[in-house]
């Protein structure tokens, strides 16, 4: 069934020692293809996901992540290239990958009309599974979820993150191999996103496959063990993170701001560092060895600057640029 | 690989998932089921006997039967053709676009095609649950004379199928809930008017009376009328044909355009 000849172990399992296997191929996409009219939004993307992976699909608005997912999912269909979701091929067998699939959309479509319990149970049942089956599930469920207090509760009177906490249970339903999350915690405050990460982490650590899509940093580097970040529909890196940011990025970065902060940079800041952004007032300036750069600025006046170690935040708009998309 | 074309206007795949989504929607009217049959009979029977017993006291018989009769026939394919709109339209557009319940459903092992079928099939369900409210109201009362009767509620699942199919056409082109006043100004309106639910459309002119032949409802009515007064309708076979025809044609259109809307 799934026959590529040399699958990238993921770094979770090159850890421990062990060697995957061709089975362990979760979702395979090769030169994927999609145009709307003159606008070709994915333009050749490849990519592997092994299992036990958490796979972040990083991009600016319009960079292609969200069609990847429909094509991925088999609900359009893609105008070349070929995809493999859980030994599959879609959107050939979509509806049998679905199966063992399980899906966070970005936009949260619990059913309003129902009780926190009754989503699980009816949406379990969109998987043809009996009833008891999921009864038995149901409790599982809401304690990970954190919701068995709410179990006969109305949609309506949930918090966001008890609705997005709800969706990731909802996705868990069919037990699937692959859990495929679309900007999970767009929208909500910390302690939300922190337990949705807690969640997620829990997932990996049963060895869940994810594939999960966010223009948030902190969040890919918390939870990804694999990057690939796109931008106009190709591929620009894909990696492991700590490889990424080494490849492409000066290990430290000295953001200056203040009202001499453009002065600094334009006389000195060039000068002590291997590579200067200024994005409106803040001189963000990349080093190797920040020491001569930090002793020049404790004589400045008139500036201020915040010392720290490069993250993926500084790789993406290396890679994708500081212009604003909408 | 399938050109777009081929397959939006591909016949329908059918698949027995589409029952969880049917269940779907009924578990839900279960909830209000008390509000939802009370406006099913309610309405209908206001009309029935306000008219029935207010303007049938002043012209006395038509076509053969009593006014409140003649209504009452009239009022039984009205509230089945209104219910089927409605859910088609409003509700419909509730759960694909406001709640994006059909965005959750698809990405579960269910395809569109299923949700389609499963929202066409639970329109023409609710326009049963309405014809057999105002059925039982009208037996109640004493109108229905034989166990005929009971065949108006398969000419009910054909009306709801008709008009629900029509609704989900509106839906799959909506932007929004206003625009389904289009439909009720333009097609329902005329069809209740032109369709023999008042009055009878022999007393049209001719040239308006031939058009009749073409309105859906028109040949609801011609079954279910006879079948209340407990006779086999004439022609009955054509006027099945004729709803089934534009059942099938609605849930068609529906399908190829509610697939253009959403698979992109």
């Known amino acids: 069934m799934l026959d590529d000849p040399s699958p990238q172990p993921s770094p979770r399992e090159r850890g421990e020692g062990a060697v995957a296997s061709t089975l362990d191929v979760v979702l395979q996409v090769d030169g994927l293809r999609k145009r709307y009219g003159d606008n070709e939004v994915v333009r050749g993307l490849s990519f592997t996901i092994n299992r036990g992976d958490c796979f972040g699909l990083l991009g600016p608005n319009g960079a292609g992540k969200t069609t990847t ?21 879609v959107p050939k067998h979509g509806r049998e990958a679905r199966i063992r699939v399980g899906v966070v959309p970005q936009m949260d479509n619990l059913d309003p009309d129902f009780t926190v319990r009754e989503n699980l149970l009816i949406y379990g049942g969109y998987f043809g599974l009996p009833r008891d089956v999921l009864e038995a599930r149901i409790p599982d469920l809401l304690e990970f979820a954190g919701l068995s207090t709410k179990r006969e509760v109305g949609i309506r009177t949930l918090s966001g993150g008890m609705k997005r906490r709800l969706t990731l249970a909802r996705a868990l339903v069919n037990d699937p191999e692959l859990l495929i999350l679309d900007e999970p915690t767009t929208g909500l405050d910390p302690q939300a996103r922190h337990l949705i990460w807690d969640g997620l982490r829990q997932l990996l650590s049963q060895g869940k496959t994810i594939l999960l899509t966010t223009h948030f940093m902190d969040e890919a580097e918390r939870l990804a063990t694999r990057l690939a970040v796109i931008d106009h529909g190709v591929m620009i890196a894909s990696d492991t993170p700590r490889t990424l940011l080494a490849k492409h990025v000066e290990p430290e970065v000295v953001e200056v701001y203040g009202d001499e902060a453009k002065a600094w940079a334009d006389v000195h800041g060039r000068r002590l560092s291997k590579r200067l952004e200024i994005s409106g007032e803040t001189a963000f300036a990349y080093a190797s060895d920040p020491q001569p750069m930090l002793a020049d600025l404790a004589t400045r006046s008139g500036v201020r600057y915040l010392h720290r170690p490069a993250n993926l935040e500084d790789l993406f708009i290396k890679l994708t640029g500081r212009e604003l998309r909408d | 690989m399938m050109s777009y074309a081929t397959k939006l206007y591909a016949l329908p795949s059918l698949s027995p998932r589409f029952l969880p989504v049917w269940r779907r929607n009924l578990l839900v009217w279960r909830k209000l089921a008390i509000a939802s049959v009370l406006g099913n009979i309610a309405d209908p029977l206001l009309y029935m006997l306000a008219l029935g017993y207010g303007i049938g006291s002043l012209i006395g018989n038509v076509a053969g039967m009593s006014y ?26 509730s759960r694909m676009h406001v709640q994006r319940t059909w965005d959750g459903i698809i990405n579960a092992p269910i395809s569109l095609d299923d949700v389609v079928m499963a929202e066409w099939l639970w329109a023409a369900t609710k326009s049963v649950m309405s014809t057999t409210a105002i059925l039982l109201v009208i037996m109640v009362l004493g109108y229905g004379h034989t166990w005929l009767a009971l065949w108006v509620l398969p000419v009910g699942l054909l009306v709801g199928l008709v008009f629900g199919g029509a609704g989900l056409v509106m839906n799959a082109l909506a932007q929004n809930y206003d625009f389904f006043t289009y439909f009720f100004t333009l097609v329902l309106t005329p069809m209740l008017l032109l369709s023999g639910v008042y009055f009878p459309v022999e007393q049209m002119p001719p040239a308006l009376a031939a058009v009749t032949q073409f309105l859906p409802l028109k040949h609801a009515i011609d079954l279910a009328r006879p079948l209340m007064l407990g006779h086999v309708p004439e022609q009955a076979a054509l006027h099945v044909a004729v709803l089934l025809f534009y059942a099938a044609l609605a849930y068609y259109a529906a399908l190829v355009l509610t697939r253009r809307r959403l698979l992109k």
């Open chain 1, 69 to 89: 997912l429909r094509c991925c999912l088999g609900l359009i269909d893609p105008d070349g290239g070929s995809i493999t979701m859980v030994g599959q091929p």
């Open chain 2, 68 to 93: 409140i009769e003649f209504i009452g026939t009239g009022m039984v394919c009205q509230s089945a053709m209104f219910t089927a709109s409605f859910e088609g339209m409003y509700s419909a557009f």
